[in-house]
């Protein structure tokens, strides 16, 4: 492969155009580097050249959305090259938006590998990490220097077509996704050598960082249980016979809402257990062990409990991904909150 | 206690008049291992069939697998408590055939509600073989044909007893011949300035399907004791046909590689201190709790200053393996564990039901959920059709030779927990 062609990707600021009142300047193009072009072209070592430079107001990109960022598009096509790099847009957040936005889009639509470059807080991170790589920079210009040197870096290895090593290899922040690959030696090797680091008090590092999990504040109690309007909902896999909605034995992808107006007790004979993850032959037998109306309907009578909410809500838990079982329960939560129930009760197996 | 194990390398194996291992060549008399295996009632009948490293076949509806090895000379048996009784082992000698798999495959006819017995599946070739270590050994896989309306326990015992049968059977060709190579393992007196490292084995107990042995009994609540030797002896059978990938099969504890790396580096970098046994999917939390107090009490015993915890299973499994590392760190041991992840097929969600923050050396075995393609393969051993269970890892019902889109859930041992595998996950 000969020289790598680089399209490069700048504001109106750093394209040396204008400043903050130019921020709603078009699309525009021009041959070469620009500004941050210079140190950029001089780190590529003669291995790849910035063919042209592309750049455009930051309030233009995020006031306009797609209709600017295919502008944009067409403009980097015209030059064929075999890598974008945007930025980098330090503490920018409009620019920060603006260059991730245009190297997504040229990853996703012109199948053109990117990368941009923006400070670890720039809010633009959160959007972006998990398309494309983004370099971390200082929030000011100062270091341009070193910046530039790990950009043109990747931008060589992406544009001869090798793909992206680790956020260690290739420097960038890491996307908060995770990869299988093979490694040299069999987990039991890395396991004893991990444990032999610790016990030396010497430096280690896991295979898997503690993972960032959100904790919930409990809802505020019950002022009075015997007026409350209670409901059932279970990630135990009990549906009415036949399972209607379909849910799925392992990693449910729905739930499903059924009647239990007009019922004291879930009989074998109208409600099953579909759930993949443990052994439900109890379950099959008597359905209220997993969702317990019968003893809700007592408590009911009793006067102990204020009202049995007439749907119940079920899916099944087993391996289901955190992300999908948090919308689960928020789509359910909604349902139930304009139904006017108070409170719920949760069963899992 | 010492134990000689006698390495007898097989370079190829091959179907033939005469079972016999000739010049690193193992021939197997099919017929004749038919015969022995329908002696039980339970099968219709048993097919031997070979599959070996590079070849484009794909093995299907697998359950577990077991190396070759047979006991010559006293004291113990071959798999006590499953093929003679429940005594000792772990002292004397014993042959086993290196490179050899035997591996047990049937389709079941019956459903066991929510512990079905799932999909797994070995690709001798293409972009799955990497990911298991059972691509690279000779497969000698039975084929099992079972006689319909017997329960699931039946047709369980008698598959296992098979496996363990047939591996006998063949290891029994070494006797007489000379060895490639032996190995001494023993518990010698280590320089007491080493470390003492113990290792936590969690062993899978929740039902049928769901279930490890040990000298023929499934794991109770209460932790245990055993000498590293009895594991290549055939103390621990599986019974874990739960998700393929991070399954244990009787293979990987006949070949512990926790024990072997264990016993490699004793007396140079550490002092191998002795392994604890502890049951994982415990029901309760009292009960869970209770284990991983006891287990870590057992490991401090053995004098450890440290111990590799190795995950049993997935679900609740990992609240177990975590509450295990709490308990030893709590009594000042240090842990490093291994576990799986199941991180979604893009790998961007949280992979773990529960995590706990004394959990800071772990080693990945790698995210089951990521999908991998295989392409169409010339031959399938085992079955025609892809098991579908619940269908989340795409691919149910498919036939079984053609192109498959799947989790690696079903790509047999590819996580499996005990680290036998050179795969794991990173961050990107």
Known sequence: MGRIRMVHYLNQFFAGVGGEKHADLPPAIRLGPVGPGLPLQEALKGEGEIVATVYCGDDCVNANGDEVIRAILELVARHRPNVVVAGPAFASGRYGVACGAVAQAVEARLGIPALTAMSPDNPAVELYRRLVPIIPTESSPATMKEIVVAMARLALKRGRGEPLGSPEEDCYIPRGIRKNVVEARPAAERVVELLLAKLQGEPYRTEIPFPQVELLTPAVPLADVRIATIALVTSGGVVPKGNPDRIEARRASRWSRFSIADLDDLTAEDFECVHGGFDHDLVAEDPDRALPVDALRELEREGKVGRLYEYCYATVGAGAPIDRARRFGREIGEELLAAGVQAVILTAT | ?428
């Open chain 2, 1 to 428: 206690m010492r134990l000689e194990l006698a390495s007898y390398e097989v370079k190829d194996v091959r179907l033939g008049p005469r079972t016999a291992l000739r010049s690193g060549v193992l021939e197997i008399d099919a017929g004749e291992m038919r015969a022995l295996l329908c002696q039980d009632p339970v099968f219709e009948d048993v097919k031997v069939e070979l599959a070996r490293p590079g070849e484009a076949v794909r093995i299907v509806h697998l359950l577990d697998t077991v190396e070759p090895r047979v006991r010559v000379s006293a004291p113990g048996s071959d798999f006590p408590g499953f093929l003679a009784p429940p005594l000792t082992v772990g002292e004397g000698r014993t042959h086993r055939l290196a490179g050899v798999a035997v591996m047990g495959a049937a389709e079941l006819p019956l459903s066991l509600g929510g512990l079905n017995v799932k999909e797994a599946i070995v690709d001798m070739a293409g972009p799955a073989a990497p990911l298991t270590p059972f691509s690279r050994t000779l497969n000698v896989i039975l084929a099992f044909k079972v006689r319909d309306g017997l329960t699931y326990r039946e047709y369980d015992e008698a598959i296992r007893r098979a496996g363990l049968r047939a591996a006998v059977r063949l290891a029994e060709t070494s006797r007489g011949l000379d060895p490639d190579r032996v190995e001494g393992f023993e518990l010698t007196a280590a320089d007491p300035v080493l470390p003492r490292v113990a290792y936590t084995c969690l062993l899978m107990q929740e039902g049928d399907a769901h279930h490890m042995f040990v000298y023929g009994r499934t794991v109770d609540e209460t932790p245990s004791l055993l000498h590293p030797n009895e594991f290549f002896d055939g103390a621990i059978v599986s019974g874990d046909h739960h998700m393929a990938a991070h399954r244990n099969p009787t293979y990987v504890h006949q070949n512990n590689p926790v024990v072997r790396e264990l016993y490699r580096r004793h007396g140079q970098a550490l002092a191998f201190a002795g392994v604890v046994i502890s049951k994982c999917l415990t029901w309760s939390f009292f009960d869970k709790q209770r284990s991983a107090s006891y287990a870590a009490k057992l490991a401090r015993l053995l004098g450890a200053q440290g111990v590799v915890i190795t995950a049993g299973t997935s679900g609740h499994g990992v609240a177990d393996l975590m509450l295990n590392c709490q308990e030893a760190e709590r009594l000042g041991l240090k842990t490093a564990l291994t576990c799986f992840e199941m991180a979604g097929d893009e790998g961007a969600e949280c992979g773990f039901v529960t995590f706990a923050p004394e959990a800071d050396a772990v080693v990945s075995t790698g995210n089951m959920d990521e999908v991998i393609e295989l392409p169409a393969m010339e031959r399938v051993i085992g079955g025609d059709t892809i098991i579908d269970i619940g269908n989340y890892e795409g691919g149910g019902g498919a036939p079984a030779i053609g192109r498959l889109k799947t989790a690696l859930h079903r790509i047999y041992c590819c996580a499996t927990l005990v680290g036998a595998g050179r795969m794991t996950a990173r961050e990107m």
